[in-house]
């Protein structure tokens, strides 16, 4: 049986630590400076795990090579399994012709641009980031925010920053269930403390959007219904995370700031929507006729002439059309309601479960004090798992709207071609993340940050927002440094659950300034080749929530404890 040593660089735990630390630096070089796609940049950093896992740790070869495969077997299903089946979701409605009609149902709810900013990029967003995560909340809203008269970069620019307070629970709460199936911990319990940290930011964010549209002006004329919208979206994550479902926390919280909106919209509406219109389009005319700073030219214009005809289709909805618009999400809703919810359907589910032994891994690993690690047994959710339950959705969506099969069909290998890359992009990093935690890479680095003692739970979501930051994916964040988070946890004598939690949220207000991210929403509002441009727009936004972040944690490991489950 292999046990790993902390301390492979004799009398040394910092050197160990630097050591263990290459294939880390190995995915941050390659990503943020060397500009390498997102999938070699994984594969280099895997390469390295395993090196200095064999060469340094002693591993045998194959016991590295068999911990890589587990943690890519992981990355593939049930990871990236729920990506796919959530984004083909989204396709079936795109092709049924329905999306439009939500588009349009937006329209009608406000036509006041800042309030569409918090409708469509924090509502709908959060709720596509519930479903798919991933970028594709950020590359769908985008192209809507610019339809509507918004300039390329102030689009991105709002989408970047709507999407943050979701991102935790994205992808019906992937980044919690990973980082519970790393560390051990029962994800229903990290997921109940990132819902008392993220609320936290959700009952701002609109605010900060309303401020980054229309500056000073439009808090002064939108506060009342950016505040309502906010705290319900807060209050609904807190809820739902601690005390109904933690797959289910963004879709209660995006429909409850979504009604939220609607609501108080019936009966206040601010003063000075057209104004901010006319600025906005002003705006976007600019940058149309001077397409050398932003890339942009063309395709804003294309889609600006576009808001015309969508205000024509919204006139045209009737309430039986905007319910069917809106029915994929409600079904997912129902659909997961009963399988989590129900005793009897969730045993039922849960028992389909089939546990694997890794062949030739399981027993074969030990941790520091030799004991048999555990995380060596495969679970293969076939049936339970929120993939599957999103397959059956999209399959009863599309019945409901008479996709013919063979569309439904097309799409699918129309979404598994269009994530080949990502596939191989999270099964890479959960490969390296298996690696280094089974070779004790993990363990050496969480026990020498753990010297820094109780100051490091101020210093904790630092490390997620790097996480994210680099590999663009709060999940593979927390596979990267949840069991670290858990190991300096337990050496500093703080809670172990609130430091992995931490990871997870400081993940959040990452994602806006990853590569990945920039790019997409480059790409999705026509400035391709201008992610530096953006970055510059949302970098202070992103550090300024890391500040509140790193407080409020902080402050939770001593005087705000009574907060936490």
């Keep these: 049986m292999f046990t790993p040593d902390l301390t492979p660089v004799p009398g040394s735990l910092a050197l160990s630590s630097l050591v263990a630390a290459l294939p880390l630096l190995t995915i941050f070089l390659t990503l943020a400076v060397l500009r390498w796609k997102a999938h070699w940049a994984g594969l280099a950093a895997l390469a390295v795990a395993v090196v200095v896992a064999v060469a340094v740790y002693g591993m045998p070869p194959g016991l590295a090579f068999l911990s890589a495969a587990e943690g890519a077997a992981f990355g593939l299903f049930p990871i990236m399994w729920i990506v796919f089946t959530a984004v083909w979701l989204y396709q079936v409605t795109v092709v049924s012709g329905r999306f439009n009609d939500l588009r349009g149902a937006f329209h009608l709810i406000s036509d006041d641009p800042r309030i569409q900013a918090i409708i469509i990029a924090f509502c709908f967003g959060g709720l596509l980031e519930a479903l798919a995560g991933f970028g ?238 555990d995380t060596t047994v495969y679970t293969f959710e076939w049936l339970s798992s929120p993939g599957t339950l999103l397959l059956l959705s999209g399959a009863l969506v599309a019945m409901i709207y008479r996709v013919p099969a063979s569309a439904a069909a097309r799409e699918l290998g129309a979404v598994a071609y269009k994530l080949r890359y990502a596939f191989l992009t999270v099964a890479a990093v959960l490969a390296l993340a298996y690696v280094m935690n089974l070779s004790g890479q993990t363990l050496t680095i969480g026990t020498w940050i753990a010297g820094t003692g109780a100051a490091f739970a101020y210093l904790s979501p630092i490390l997620g927002w790097l996480g994210t930051a680099v590999t663009g994916s709060d999940t593979s964040s927390n596979a990267l440094f949840a069991t670290l988070q858990q190991t300096a946890a337990k050496g500093a004598g703080l809670d172990p659950t609130l430091l992995v939690a931490a990871n997870t949220s400081g993940g959040v207000v990452g994602k806006m300034v990853s590569p990945q991210n920039l790019t997409i929403a480059a790409t999705s509002v026509g400035l391709l080749g201008q992610e530096a441009i953006i970055l510059r727009k949302v970098l202070l936004w992103s550090l300024g929530l890391l500040a509140v972040l790193c407080l409020l944690i902080g402050l939770q490991s001593t005087v705000l404890a009574w907060t936490l489950p």
């Design 136 to 373: 594709a909340p950020v590359a769908i809203t985008g192209v809507m925010l610019v339809a509507l008269g918004f300039s390329a970069l102030r689009a991105a620019a709002v989408v970047l920053l709507a999407n943050t307070a979701p991102v935790a629970f994205g992808a019906i709460a992937t980044p919690i269930i990973t980082a519970g199936t790393l560390t051990g911990i029962p994800y229903t319990e990290i997921g109940a403390y990132v819902g008392r940290q993220t609320p936290l930011l959700a009952a701002i964010v609109p605010l900060l959007l309303v401020l980054l549209v229309d500056g000073r002006r439009g808090i002064r004329e939108t506060w009342l219904v950016a505040v309502i919208v906010g705290v319900a979206f807060g209050i609904a994550q807190f809820v739902t995370a601690n005390y109904i479902s933690v797959e289910l926390t963004d879709i209660v919280a995006a429909l409850a700031g979504l009604a939220a909106a609607v609501a108080t919209l019936k009966v206040w509406r601010p003063a000075g929507g057209d104004r901010a219109l006319e600025r906005l389009s002003s705006e976007q005319d600019r940058e149309a006729d001077d397409p050398a700073p932003t890339g942009g030219g063309a395709t804003t214009t294309a889609v600006a002439v576009e808001a015309t005809t969508l205000s024509e289709h919204a006139a045209g909805l009737t309430r039986a059309r905007v319910m069917m618009a809106l029915l994929p999400y409600l079904l997912v809703i129902a659909v997961f309601s009963v399988a989590k919810l129900v005793p009897s359907v969730a045993d039922f589910l849960t028992g389909t479960d089939i546990e694997i032994p890794w062949p030739g891994l399981d027993g074969a690993v030990a941790d520091p004090a030799g004991k048999s690690v």
